[in-house]
Structures are given as structure tokens and as C-alpha cells.
């Protein structure tokens, strides 16, 4: 152990996507000793994949729009278990974080004024629900994602952040106080393992996506953060709040963005009937995504289905023209052309329900800073743990997230937790320094897979993960179904301890780090599974045949999931907002 | 049953004295896959070949390879786009150290990158609100801005290869005229200044390779064009 190098840092960020390189770059513009460590470059994260926007009421669109409203649909959207005081901290703060992007450089489509363009985007009105559809999602054409990333990169560059590209994170460090003081983490390009040590640990790490086996998300999406801090005993929120989003290429899963309908598309089923009109009369097409999905997922249950199997649904554009395609979606043209082997000029694009987006994470406050329970069930903050992005839940997308939240929830919370943590570092944070115990135990699994002599191997395990969690926890879910998962997830959860990693060398073993992944996969699903059979109600994206009712009496509340005891419990909703009346829960239509 | 001869570079810094190329054989079934899906089913055998890959769909730019001759990225190249005479040869990008088989130390590459100076520098006090920008400004943005850095460009270009510490390369280049041609920065002098010695730009002989394999359909040839002009009418 005392041969292992160890780098110290004020504050180190996990994950090189939007939320961790927001955070970054507040500390790093505030001369704190700060880095990314990401395990990829970092404009391979994640981020760079989101097409449509970044929904914010800045006003452009409509010179009379209004934060508020954006923040009832985004409370409506998450079927009223968003938290009001993050909902009113995200869309009041949303247009400096915006506007700021564009100083910065990010390259916003434009109106003719000269303003940043905004499009139409699922479950978003004017007045309280009251004024129609609203225009509110600002776009970069559809690559708004990658525009956002690459801008968050360059601006990284200006400010001299430090990268530690290509680094895994292996596991946090805690310390004799329960403080998180730093984490393991192994350099892929030489398999070197150092001690990283740092007074605020920043999870960033973004999505999970692949515990499904039909997903919108990358290869890596594997909750590297989730991972860790279950097994560092921490709890995770409303884990069993998952996004499918409705239009997933049928096959390849890749996404084609929600903008596609806000642009004027719309979904069909094998009649060429727009069936949108018959479950969302109002918002039709543009209804909230998990009203959408289940309303395709009916189509093709009761036969209305297109291709052989009646499995999909399409998605027809060529209604709007080449030019507004060519202008406004050239990114999914380009996809659907590749992955779906149709021009959507001519034809439609063969849709599906797919796994897209984590509600739940580790729980935090607006500042990012990570909570747990004390024993009375009251909210407790985690020293030196912070979280943000999709990695954690704070919660502004509740049930279910709208879209093009999802960009704006990365950079708000990015630059808030970066800036609580600048101000935290000046006030002086004094923490235990980690024992050789403390870090033993945080190397435990690496040594575990380093010294693993034989055993099935990391992708067959994989690949039935997935198959579970496709299987028992898709769109629509029940008891039966979900109690046969959970006791096939524990099965094998014993034979991912026993598993092979054949490969032992060092340089760039992407084998290890597939290994490493797949017992963060393992902690995501099983949390997931186990959150998801507690939760006897059906709540935006969680649906089920056997409850398939809103309980507000007993379920107006977050999931906790608490990892050692394998239990589920309840933390109340934030219906407190400081600046505006509380938006009391009401039935959710479209 | 057609087996799908597929030969792969090979080298692990901790165990081969040389690089070798390696031979599997896979059935697709018939399907048209992705070069990608190729490597995930051999790594699922062989879980010691090692290459990068992220988004698999065309827009992170982890996974730029040469496929039988030509750069491209692993993920949107279809069997069918690539494979001659049942035959798929995967190589490490040219022109770069390898790391380990077809992962590439993209360094050099990266260091060009940030030696144009990528992002955008405003010297005027930021407005309350975004800066405008009118509509055809901000087409002039488009083909440049949504580069991925794969680096299919730079190491299919020959330039590159004989002064990757000086030429700057394509993809650096685009993104440099990504900034001169953005209406918002005011930093044009500078950063021609920075460009006006004899290689960093004026290397580029109009080769056009960037242009041929560039997976996004952008063309840096163009770009550095436009670069040679405004150093040109600069100089004047």
C-alpha cells in the first residue's frame, strides 16, 4: 500500500460531461487546485449526444415568458414529486446559466432578432398550463449537446482546468467520521492505481442507461458514481424512476430527438392513424414522455403496431419539408439514414420506447451537496461528497424528466455545486485524513477482480443483467414479474463476485475497466429493481398493471433505497418553494 | 455461411517486442452490422483487444480507425460501406504512437487543437442578455462547429504526417476558422498573427484527404482556404 502515489487536490470532479465540466470550471476560474478526472476525453462523454435543447425561459420565443411557467410544467412533468424549491432554483437561475453558454461561445441557432432560436418541446405551456404551447427549448440546430460540451471543453482550455483524461474511479474514500476524503482511481493508459485525495468529491458521472438492453445511451453510460456510492453505503432517490423515451431508433436504439415533434412531426401506427390524438387531446404529440411511450407501448399491445412484427410505431417528418430538415434536425437525418436506412424526407422513421434517462440518483440539495438519513429519517449532508447532473437526483425531474431539462439541469447544478464548494474551501474544510483501513477497503474490489482466477465471464454476464432489467422493469411493470427480477438479480449478483477477469496487464485493459463497469451496472439495476417493487402506485415513468393508480396518500414521496439493509424508505417531497406558492399535486393530463 | 475474415493490428506494450496483425473469423449472419459491432462480438471473445469507443453512434468521436485503407469511425461504417472480398482489415489511426492495438496516443493531435486557441474571446463587456447574432452570421458557422475530434482528418493527412509539431492539420484548422468566421470574436488579429509562419497553415497542399474521410461530411480543405485568404489580404 505505502508503494501507491497519491495526488492531492482541493477538489476533484468525477465525470468530463456537462454537470462536471460546469463545476469545473467555477473552480477552476476561482484558483482552487481543482481536476477532471473522466474516463473518457472529454467531449466523448455522454452530453455531446443530446440533440434537441436546453429548455429555459429566456424570453426569446416569447418576449413575455416566465420561469415560473416553465417550472409548473417542469413540477407537472414529474408528476409532483419534484422538488419545488430545486424546480424554482433551476428555472429562475436557468437564463444566467444560458446566456452564459452563449458569452462562452456556445453556437445557438438564432431568429431573425438575432436571439437565441427556441423550439416547442413536450409538456411545456404558457401560463400555469393555461396559455397554450410554448416555444422554450434553445437549440444549437439538433446537436445542441455536443455544441454545449465542446464549449464547456474550450472554456475548461481558457481557464487552465486540470484533466486526468482517460482515469477511471474505482471507489470512494471514506474516512473514520463517515466523510468521503478522496477516491481510487487507475490511469487506463498505464493501469496505474493512486490515491486521490481532496477535501470535496464531485460526482458527475452521468447516466446508467446500460443496465437496459435497449438504450438511447453510450457504451459508457454505466453509473460509474452511482456504483460507488452504494457501495460506500450511501442511499439513493426515486431509483426507479427511469425515462423511455418514445422515439428510440426500433433496433438501434439510437435517439432521434423529441424536437422532431416539436418541429411539427408526429407519431403514427400501422393505419397511418395519429394516435396521439386519442390519449393526449391537447399536447398530442407533445404530451410528457412517459405519457407518449405508454401510448405508443398500447398501440402495438392492442395490434396497431408497424413493420412484420408490429412492433414499432413511425415517425413521420416528410410533411415539413427538406429545407426545415436540413436546417433545423440535419443530425437525426444523418442518423436516421445510418442507423434506420430511411430518408425522412421521403419516409418515416421506425420508432420504439427506449431506455433513455435515470430520475433518481444520489440525493442532493441545490448546492450539490450529497444527503443521507439519520436514524429519526431527518436529511443528513454527507461530508465531501457532492453530486450532479444525472448522477444525482435533486430532484428537478421528479417522476419524470421534460425534455431539454436534462441540459439545463447540468449546467445550473454544475455551476451551483462548483460555486458552494468554492465558498466552502474559503470558509476552510478541516476532515480525518483516510487510514490504510479506510483505503484498504476502497481497493477491495479491484484486488478482487486482479486476483479473480476463474469464473464466467464480464459480457455473458452483461448481457443477462440487461435481459433482466428489460424484461421485469421496461415501460409497464408488475409484482410477479418484478419479484422473479429482483431474486434473479440477487443470483447474480453472487456470480458477478465470482467472476473471471482473464486479462491482467496494464496498459489501456479495457477488460478491467468493463469489469469494474459491470459491478456498477449490478448496483444501479438492483437498486433500481428493489425501489421499483416498494413503490405500489403508478407516478409518471413508473407504471404498473397491478397499481395502476396515483397514491398520493401513501406515495407522494422520493424512494430511498438504502444499499446495506437492501431496504426501501421515504423522504418527504420539497413543496416549499421561497418565491412563489407551492403548485399543490392535481391530475396530470396532457 | 460466409465467415467474415476480419485481420486486426495488434501490440501490447507490456508483452510484444513488434506489432503484429492478428486473424478471426466471425459470422454475421448475413447482416449488414457496423465495424463496431464486429469488435464488441470479438472483445466478448477475446476481452484482450483494446480500442475506444463511447456514443456508437457517430457523434463522440472515440472510435476513428482505419478500416481496410481508409480513417473513418467504427460506429457508422456498415460492413457493406467497407468489406472487399469478404475482408475487413482494422488498423490504428496512421501517423500517431499506438497505446495498445487500435488505441492511439492522440497527444499531438490534441496539443494542435489547443494551440488555435478554441474558444471564443470577446474583449466587450457581456450584455444582460446573449449576444446577437443574425441568422446568416450565424450560418457561417455551420460545416465548422460540429467537428468531433476524432482525428480521421489529421492522420489521413500527409502534411500532418511529416510536421505534426508545426502544421497545425485539418481538424485543428477548421476549428480555428470556426473562430474567425464567428461574428462574436473579436480576437481576428491575434489569432492570424498566431497562424502567418510558414507551416502552421501554409502547409496544407490541397490534398483533399481530410475532405474524403472527414465521417461528419465537413471539409477543413475549404476552411483553411479561407484561412490562407484572410493571411493573405492580412499581409497586404
Keep these: ?590 | 455461411m460466409s465467415m467474415l475474415q476480419v485481420s486486426i493490428y495488434r501490440y501490447n506494450p507490456e508483452t510484444d517486442s513488434a506489432p503484429y496483425m492478428q486473424e478471426y473469423r466471425v459470422d454475421t449472419q448475413g447482416r449488414d452490422l457496423m465495424v463496431l459491432n464486429i469488435l464488441e462480438m470479438l472483445k466478448a471473445e477475446d476481452t484482450t483487444l483494446a480500442y475506444r469507443r463511447s456514443c456508437r453512434e457517430g457523434v463522440c468521436g472515440s472510435d476513428g480507425m482505419n478500416m481496410n485503407g481508409k480513417n473513418g469511425l467504427a460506429c457508422i461504417t456498415s460492413l457493406s460501406d467497407v468489406v472487399k472480398n469478404n475482408k475487413l482489415v482494422l488498423r490504428p489511426l496512421p501517423g500517431l504512437p499506438v497505446v495498445r492495438d487500435l488505441a492511439v496516443d492522440m497527444g499531438l493531435f490534441y496539443k494542435q487543437y489547443e494551440r488555435i486557441q478554441p474558444y471564443l474571446q470577446n474583449d466587450e463587456p457581456a450584455p444582460a442578455i446573449e449576444r446577437l447574432q443574425s441568422p446568416e452570421e450565424r450560418d457561417k458557422l455551420d460545416g465548422l462547429y460540429e467537428c468531433i475530434l476524432c482525428a480521421c482528418c489529421s492522420t489521413s493527412c500527409p502534411s500532418f504526417w511529416w510536421n505534426p509539431d508545426k502544421f497545425v492539420g485539418p481538424a485543428g484548422l477548421l476549428q480555428s476558422y470556426r473562430f474567425l468566421a464567428d461574428s462574436r470574436d473579436t480576437a481576428t488579429q491575434a489569432r492570424l498573427t498566431d497562424l502567418q509562419d510558414p507551416f502552421s497553415v501554409f502547409r496544407c497542399r490541397g490534398i483533399m484527404n481530410c475532405v474524403a474521410v472527414c465521417p461528419k461530411g465537413l471539409n477543413p480543405t475549404r476552411a483553411i482556404g479561407k484561412i490562407r485568404d484572410m493571411l493573405l489580404a492580412n499581409a497586404t
Design chain 1, 1 to 590: 500500500m505505502s508503494t501507491m502515489r497519491s495526488l492531492t487536490f482541493d477538489a476533484i470532479i468525477i465525470g468530463g460531461g456537462g454537470a462536471g465540466m460546469r463545476a469545473a470550471l467555477e473552480l477552476a476560474k476561482s484558483g482552487k487546485k481543482t481536476a477532471v478526472l473522466s474516463k473518457v476525453f472529454p467531449t466523448r462523454s455522454h452530453t455531446v449526444s443530446a440533440q434537441g435543447g436546453i429548455t429555459c425561459a429566456i424570453a426569446s420565443a416569447d418576449p413575455n415568458d416566465d420561469w415560473r411557467w416553465h417550472m409548473y410544467d417542469t413540477v407537472k412533468g414529474g408528476d409532483y414529486i419534484t422538488d419545488q424549491d430545486a424546480a424554482e432554483y433551476m428555472c429562475s437561475e436557468g437564463p444566467k446559466a444560458v446566456f452564459e453558454l452563449e458569452h462562452m461561445g456556445l453556437p445557438f441557432s438564432r431568429f431573425e432578432n438575432g436571439r437565441i432560436y427556441q423550439r416547442p418541446f413536450g409538456g411545456q405551456s404558457k401560463n400555469f398550463g393555461e396559455g397554450g404551447q410554448a416555444a422554450r427549448t434553445c437549440a444549437a440546430a439538433d446537436r445542441t449537446g455536443h455544441a454545449l460540451l465542446h464549449t464547456l471543453y474550450q472554456n475548461n482550455l481558457k481557464n487552465n482546468t486540470t484533466f486526468l483524461n482517460e482515469w477511471f474511479a474505482v471507489d470512494l474514500v471514506k474516512n473514520a467520521d463517515g466523510d468521503v476524503v478522496g477516491c481510487i482511481a487507475m490511469c487506463i493508459e498505464t493501469g496505474e492505481v493512486v490515491h486521490v485525495k481532496s477535501k470535496a468529491t464531485v460526482l458527475a458521472t452521468g447516466g446508467a442507461g446500460r443496465i437496459y438492453a435497449s438504450t438511447t445511451n453510450a457504451l459508457i453510460n454505466t453509473g460509474d458514481g452511482i456504483g460507488m456510492a452504494l457501495r460506500a453505503g450511501f442511499p439513493m432517490q426515486d431509483m426507479e424512476m427511469w425515462q423511455f423515451h418514445p422515439t428510440g431508433i426500433y433496433g438501434a436504439g439510437v435517439l432521434v430527438t423529441e424536437g422532431c415533434r416539436g418541429e411539427g412531426g408526429y407519431l403514427v401506427n400501422k393505419d397511418g392513424e395519429r394516435f396521439m390524438e386519442r390519449y393526449a387531446p391537447n399536447a398530442k404529440d407533445l404530451a410528457g414522455r412517459d405519457v407518449v411511450a405508454r401510448s405508443m407501448v398500447m398501440e402495438i399491445l392492442e395490434g396497431r403496431g408497424c413493420g412484420e412484427n408490429g412492433d414499432h410505431v413511425y415517425l413521420k417528418l416528410d410533411h415539413l419539408g427538406e429545407e426545415v430538415l436540413n436546417k433545423r434536425l440535419p443530425g437525426i437525418s444523418e442518423l436516421s439514414k445510418i442507423f434506420a436506412h430511411a430518408d425522412p424526407t421521403k419516409a418515416p422513421i421506425p420508432v420504439v420506447p427506449t431506455c433513455h434517462y435515470m430520475m433518481g440518483g444520489i440525493p442532493t440539495n441545490v448546492h450539490g451537496q450529497a444527503i443521507m438519513q439519520d436514524a429519526d429519517g431527518n436529511d443528513q449532508i454527507v461530508g465531501g461528497l457532492f453530486a450532479c447532473g444525472e448522477a444525482a437526483c435533486v430532484s428537478v425531474h421528479g417522476a419524470n424528466r421534460l425534455g431539454g431539462n436534462s441540459l439545463l439541469d447540468l449546467v445550473v447544478f454544475g455551476r451551483a455545486a462548483g460555486m458552494f464548494i468554492e465558498s466552502a474551501l474559503n470558509e476552510g474544510i478541516e476532515y480525518l485524513d483516510a487510514s490504510e483501513s479506510d483505503i484498504e477497503s476502497a481497493m477491495k474490489r479491484i484486488n478482487r477482480w486482479n486476483e479473480s482466477s476463474g469464473g464466467e465471464s464480464v459480457a455473458d454476464l452483461k448481457v443477462e443483467l440487461q435481459s433482466i432489467m428489460q424484461n421485469a422493469f421496461g415501460v409497464f411493470r408488475q409484482e410477479d414479474n418484478m419479484q422473479e427480477g429482483v431474486k434473479k438479480l440477487a443470483e447474480l449478483r453472487g456470480r458477478i463476485a465470482e467472476a473471471h477477469l482473464v486479462d491482467k496487464s496494464g496498459a489501456f485493459n479495457t477488460a478491467r475497466i468493463e469489469a469494474l463497469e459491470l459491478d456498477n451496472l449490478m448496483e444501479v439495476a438492483e437498486a433500481t429493481a428493489i425501489a421499483a417493487l416498494e413503490r405500489k402506485e403508478s407516478r409518471g415513468a413508473h407504471s404498473r398493471y397491478d397499481y395502476p393508480d396515483r397514491d398520493d396518500v401513501n406515495w407522494l414521496k422520493h424512494s430511498m433505497y438504502f444499499p446495506l439493509e437492501k431496504k426501501v424508505g421515504k423522504r418527504d417531497v420539497n413543496f416549499k418553494p421561497k418565491t412563489l406558492d407551492t403548485f399543490e399535486p392535481k391530475i396530470r393530463t396532457y
